[in-house]
């Protein structure tokens, strides 16, 4: 079927913009992004000094203290995924896991090391790969020692 000549003229009066309009977009959307990201920094950031205030009187026998530890390592790690920070979002998963699975038996210095990376990679000044190899290393203990608990 053959194509009209004004449809033809349209499309091309159409796509003759579509570069500009696109270039305009994306830097409305990045724009957009540096402000969520100036504004969600501060909030993870937050988040993450609260649950070092926590965690920094940790006692393993305290089951208070142990649920209070573990309520803050959640919200955190949901903070993180709400504010694409998976490094972050994953060494509070992992504390969490510690604090539910290894109960009274919870090493406290494992716990003052995830705190102390936490602080570090959610003041948003760490290296990326540091923070995902400190992630990863965090996890690894954390199995080792719940492995070890059973």
């Given at each position: 079927?053959?194509?009209?000549?004004?449809?033809?003229?349209?499309?091309?009066?159409?796509?003759?913009?579509?570069e500009e309009?696109?270039?305009?977009?994306?830097?409305?959307?990045?724009?957009?992004?540096?402000?969520?990201?100036a504004?969600?920094?501060?909030?993870?950031a937050?988040?993450?000094?609260?649950?070092?205030?926590?965690?920094?009187?940790?006692?393993?026998?305290?089951?208070?203290?142990?649920?209070?530890?573990l309520r803050?390592?959640?919200?955190l790690?949901?903070?993180?995924l709400?504010?694409?920070s998976?490094?972050?979002?994953?060494?509070?998963?992992s504390?969490a896991r510690?604090?539910?699975?290894?109960?009274?038996?919870?090493?406290?210095?494992?716990?003052a090391?995830?705190?102390?990376?936490?602080?570090?990679?959610?003041?948003?000044k760490?290296?990326?790969r540091?923070?995902?190899?400190?992630?990863?290393?965090?996890?690894?203990?954390v199995?080792?020692?719940?492995a070890?608990l059973?």
């Amino acid at each position: 079927m053959p194509v009209p000549a004004d449809l033809r003229e349209r499309a091309l009066a159409f796509d003759a913009g579509y570069e500009e309009a696109l270039e305009e977009s994306v830097a409305r959307a990045e724009a957009a992004e540096a402000r969520v990201r100036a504004d969600t920094g501060d909030v993870l950031a937050a988040e993450a000094a609260r649950c070092a205030g926590v965690a920094d009187g940790f006692a393993a026998g305290d089951a208070a203290c142990r649920a209070r530890c573990l309520r803050a390592a959640h919200r955190l790690r949901g903070t993180a995924l709400g504010v694409a920070s998976p490094q972050v979002a994953r060494m509070a998963a992992s504390l969490a896991r510690l604090l539910a699975g290894a109960e009274s038996r919870t090493p406290g210095a494992l716990v003052a090391a995830h705190v102390d990376a936490l602080r570090a990679a959610a003041d948003g000044k760490a290296d990326a790969r540091a923070a995902e190899t400190l992630a990863r290393e965090l996890e690894a203990a954390v199995a080792a020692v719940l492995a070890r608990l059973r």
